[in-house]
């Protein structure tokens, strides 16, 4: 069935480079939703002279719009979120119907999409350099904050609003141009927000959007990586692409921010509060369907409190309303596609051989459609088992059994990623001992929904660097120029 909105015109199909316009050899996408495989729209299949039109397109425009004054820039980035805003309705059932999650969660999506543009337009204003107390008379010496200049922004599918807006919002905030790739997956709702961008003033050239799909992916992010004009990519996505990014980048020295994989674990202390935490977990490990790079993924339970915990949580995951973004009670949606459903399937069945126990779920939902993974609860997981090792990506619980607090930081800490942690407990000396020792960028205290547009997101290890929203955001897209002058 096709898709049909209030506003026809932010479905363009189209590539915007400077102008809407088709790939340069015509080809074609097929987007299809993930709840029944159906095909619904189409978009470019765009190839390398794509790509090299949009970055030609996005370094011509970039002297004028890094001369535009911060204010009328902030303004420009004010009517963008307003326009997000008053077009919610419509972006939101974009996100479910491409992506999958359930309406309320895309409607929801695209609030915080926009909570990124306004932060972002207001922190334009305050892109404030440093007046340096000189060493020597007779100077003055200023370091001054400036664009880094084009940026490639290559986006996941898993938030198709929200993390286009944390990557070009600030971008062009700071005064840079963008050349952008959404993930294949879920093409049309970028298209919709660069038509938006453009309805608000951003200026032609300065934006530039080309959609591809998986195959040709690569012809498009080489050029970009090759481009020695392109002179920043911002990325979220896989450990394993942002390293190839990272080492291709190398030899233009582009600067990088990489959010990658994580495999938060989630820790329920005997001090907790039990029903906060069975509460917080169900939170942060069905959000969209457990296909967040925060979401919980491996979840341990001291000893004292595990029966307890596990017979609140089994009935809180057994009730958990399984189908299509379209049904109103739907609470978890379709897997993205059926790559991901085969991960989710190939976790559990490992767990379950290597002495693992399924209290609810644990197969796939074939009546419902090609998609769908039922919500599973797993206890007697280990370290050893793929679910612990790997992200799962999918609505998967699997609880560990920990006897002491050493114990459980060091199983915590015992991964190569290192994106978000969270732990449920009272005692305050406990609190901050654990918080210290958890190696992640994020740490959820009592609390599992964590991203908030005021607040830094980002990894360390090998979840990536740089941060996204927050006061420090906007730097990751600005160097900083030392000027000196002297003879005064
Ligand atoms: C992500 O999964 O990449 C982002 C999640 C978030 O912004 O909370």
Same mark, same amino acid.
């Given at each position: 069935?096709?898709?049909?909105? %209030?506003?026809?015109?932010?479905?363009?199909?189209?590539? !915007?480079?400077?102008? +809407?316009?088709?790939?340069? #050899?015509?080809?074609?996408?097929?987007?299809?939703?993930?709840?029944? #495989?159906?095909?619904?729209?189409?978009?470019?299949?765009?190839?390398?002279?794509?790509?090299?039109?949009?970055?030609?397109?996005? /370094?011509?425009? !970039?002297?004028?719009?890094?001369?535009?004054?911060?204010?009328?820039?902030?303004?420009?980035?004010?009517?963008?979120?307003?326009?997000?805003?008053?077009? %919610?309705?419509?972006?939101?059932?974009?996100?479910?119907?491409?992506?999958?999650?359930?309406?309320?969660?895309?409607?929801?999506?695209?609030?915080?999409?926009?909570?990124?543009?306004? +932060?972002?337009?207001?922190?334009? $204003?305050?892109?404030?350099?440093?007046?340096?107390?000189?060493?020597?008379?007779?100077?003055?010496?200023?370091?001054?904050?400036?664009?880094?200049?084009?940026?490639?922004?290559?986006?996941? +599918?898993?938030?198709?609003?929200? *993390?286009?807006?944390? &990557? =070009?919002?600030?971008?062009?905030?700071?005064?840079?141009?963008?050349?952008?790739?959404?993930?294949?997956?879920?093409?049309?709702?970028?298209?919709?927000?660069?038509?938006?961008?453009?309805?608000?003033?951003?200026?032609?050239?300065?934006?530039?959007?080309?959609?591809?799909?998986?195959?040709?992916?690569?012809?498009?992010?080489?050029? +970009?990586?090759?481009?020695?004009?392109?002179?920043?990519? $911002?990325?979220?996505?896989?450990?394993?692409?942002?390293? /190839?990014?990272?080492?291709?980048?190398?030899?233009?020295?582009?600067?990088?921010?990489?959010?990658?994989?994580?495999?938060?674990?989630?820790?329920?202390?005997?001090?907790?509060?039990?029903?906060?935490?069975?509460?917080?977990?169900?939170?942060?490990?069905?959000?969209?369907?457990?296909? $967040?790079?925060?979401?919980?993924?491996?979840?341990?339970? %001291?000893? &004292?409190? /595990?029966?307890?915990?596990?017979?609140?949580?089994?009935?809180?995951?057994?009730?958990?309303?399984?189908?299509?973004?379209?049904?109103?009670?739907?609470?978890?949606?379709? *897997?993205?596609?059926?790559?991901?459903?085969? &991960?989710?399937?190939? /976790?559990?069945?490992?767990?379950?051989?290597?002495?693992? %126990?399924?209290?609810?779920?644990?197969?796939?939902?074939?009546?419902?459609?090609?998609?769908?993974?039922?919500?599973?609860?797993?206890?007697?997981?280990?370290?050893?088992?793929?679910?612990?090792?790997e992200e799962t990506f999918g609505p998967l619980v699997a609880i560990t059994r920990f006897e002491s607090e050493a114990d459980v930081?060091?199983?915590?800490? #015992?991964?190569? !990623?290192?994106?978000?942690?969270? !732990?449920?407990?009272? #005692?305050?000396?406990? =609190?901050?001992?654990?918080?210290?020792?958890?190696? $992640?960028?994020?740490?959820?205290?009592?609390?599992?929904?964590?991203?908030?547009?005021?607040?830094?997101?980002?990894?360390?290890?090998?979840?990536?660097?740089?941060?996204?929203g927050s006061v420090h955001g906007l730097d990751d897209y600005m160097q900083l120029k030392y000027v000196c002058q002297g003879q005064l």
């Open positions: 069935m096709s898709l049909k909105l %209030q506003r026809d015109d932010l479905l363009p199909g189209r590539n !915007f480079i400077g102008a +809407w316009c088709d790939a340069r #050899d015509g080809r074609r996408l097929e987007v299809s939703d993930p709840a029944t #495989d159906a095909v619904f729209s189409t978009v470019p299949d765009s190839g390398a002279e794509d790509a090299k039109a949009a970055v030609d397109a996005a /370094h011509a425009a !970039f002297p004028a719009w890094r001369a535009v004054p911060a204010k009328q820039r902030a303004q420009i980035l004010k009517r963008w979120n307003d326009l997000i805003v008053a077009n %919610q309705e419509d972006l939101g059932r974009l996100i479910s119907r491409e992506q999958g999650k359930p309406l309320a969660e895309g409607r929801g999506e695209v609030a915080y999409a926009a909570s990124y543009v306004e +932060w972002f337009a207001e922190e334009a $204003t305050r892109a404030n350099g440093e007046v340096i107390p000189a060493p020597a008379a007779g100077r003055r010496m200023f370091a001054l904050k400036e664009p880094v200049g084009v940026v490639a922004a290559i986006t996941p +599918w898993n938030f198709p609003a929200a *993390m286009i807006a944390r &990557k =070009i919002a600030p971008a062009l905030a700071a005064g840079c141009t963008v050349v952008c790739k959404p993930a294949e997956d879920t093409p049309l709702t970028s298209l919709a927000l660069v038509r938006l961008a453009e309805e608000a003033g951003v200026p032609a050239g300065v934006l530039n959007i080309v959609t591809a799909s998986r195959a040709r992916t690569p012809e498009v992010v080489d050029v +970009w990586l090759d481009d020695p004009r392109v002179r920043k990519i $911002t990325f979220t996505g896989s450990t394993p692409v942002g390293k /190839h990014l990272a080492r291709r980048a190398a030899d233009t020295l582009k600067r990088l921010s990489l959010e990658l994989g994580g495999n938060a674990p989630f820790i329920v202390f005997e001090d907790a509060d039990l029903d906060a935490a069975v509460e917080g977990l169900m939170v942060s490990k069905f959000r969209n369907g457990g296909q $967040t790079c925060v979401c919980p993924n491996r979840v341990f339970v %001291q000893s &004292k409190v /595990h029966q307890a915990f596990v017979e609140q949580l089994s009935a809180r995951v057994a009730a958990l309303k399984v189908g299509p973004a379209s049904d109103p009670a739907s609470q978890v949606g379709p *897997m993205i596609n059926a790559r991901a459903v085969d &991960k989710i399937e190939r /976790h559990v069945m490992d767990a379950i051989a290597g002495g693992a %126990q399924a209290l609810v779920g644990g197969t796939r939902l074939t009546s419902l459609g090609p998609n769908y993974f039922a919500p599973t609860l797993l206890v007697g997981a280990d370290s050893r088992m793929a679910c612990a090792r930081v060091a199983a915590a800490n #015992d991964t190569p !990623f290192g994106l978000a942690a969270y !732990f449920y407990a009272t #005692d305050v000396r406990r =609190i901050w001992r654990v918080a210290d020792a958890l190696q $992640t960028g994020l740490v959820g205290i009592n609390e599992g929904a964590l991203a908030a547009e005021a607040a830094p997101f980002g990894g360390v290890k090998e979840s990536g660097y740089g941060r996204e």
